[in-house]
């Protein structure tokens, strides 16, 4: 089975403090990326990266950027977090089509104080 | 408008009624997702489909590539199918995917 593994469950972080969430794949997929799912605006897609060292900005970025250094890791780094970033955050790997389909972390629910 | 528009955002059904939630979305695609997510729980992929229908126990999936619409259907419901769920459909580019705003789906017995 492909595992796609997000480090933390749940995390408590200060306002203003630097936050990391890592996520890590067995399957060698170009594909990573970072979605944010919140009530009422259903999943919304942060960073994503189709290879070592190459990101591109999804339709929300402000306040976040990503690391891609090794294939198996992308990271999502809050610079100064925020309350407004409180959120579930999930990584995911995948093609997106019929035949390479798509599979979600477990999540990371982050509360920001 | 969004692009994937699901219907109804909430359903509520007794055990074994036939359920089904529509999915519409005006972008073109290589696939189209449904998506399924407990309460608490990660998101797992039922279908991914891109023509015709794909059947996996009591989960139907439809797609109508011409009307951009797909169904999921569940028959014989039971509490254990309360979740939400999302449909989504992919572009071809770098495998992004547009999420609809899911469907809340409770099943009493």
């Known amino acids: 089975d492909v595992k796609v593994t997000q480090s933390s469950r749940y995390l408590v972080k200060r306002t203003g403090e630097k936050v990391f969430l890592e996520c890590v794949q067995d399957m060698d997929h170009e594909n990573m990326f970072w979605y944010r799912q919140d009530p009422g605006l259903g999943l919304r897609l942060i960073y994503f990266s189709y290879d070592v060292k190459m990101k591109e900005k999804g339709d929300i970025p402000e306040g976040y950027s990503v690391s891609r250094e090794k294939k198996e890791r992308f990271s999502l780094i809050l610079e100064s977090a925020s309350t407004n970033q409180t959120s579930m955050y999930l990584c995911?790997?995948?093609?997106?089509?019929?035949?390479?389909?798509?599979?979600f972390g477990s999540g990371t629910r982050l509360t920001v104080v | 408008k969004n692009e994937v528009e699901q219907s109804p955002q909430n359903l509520t059904a007794q055990e074994g009624e036939f359920i089904t939630i529509n999915c519409s979305y005006s972008v073109g695609i290589s696939a189209l997702h449904w998506l399924q997510q407990h309460p608490g729980g990660g998101i797992v992929s039922l279908f991914m489909?891109?023509?015709g229908k794909k059947k996996h126990g009591r989960l139907i999936a439809t797609i109508n590539i011409q009307e951009k619409h797909s169904s999921l259907h569940i028959t014989a419901s039971h509490p254990r199918d309360s979740a939400v769920y999302i449909c989504?459909?992919?572009?071809?580019?770098?495998?992004?995917?547009?999420f609809g705003q899911g469907t809340i789906l409770t099943v009493h017995p």
């Open positions: 995911a790997i995948g093609a997106g089509t019929e035949f390479y389909g798509y599979t």
């Open positions: 989504a459909v992919g572009g071809t580019s770098y495998g992004k995917l547009t």
């Open positions: 489909l891109s023509s």
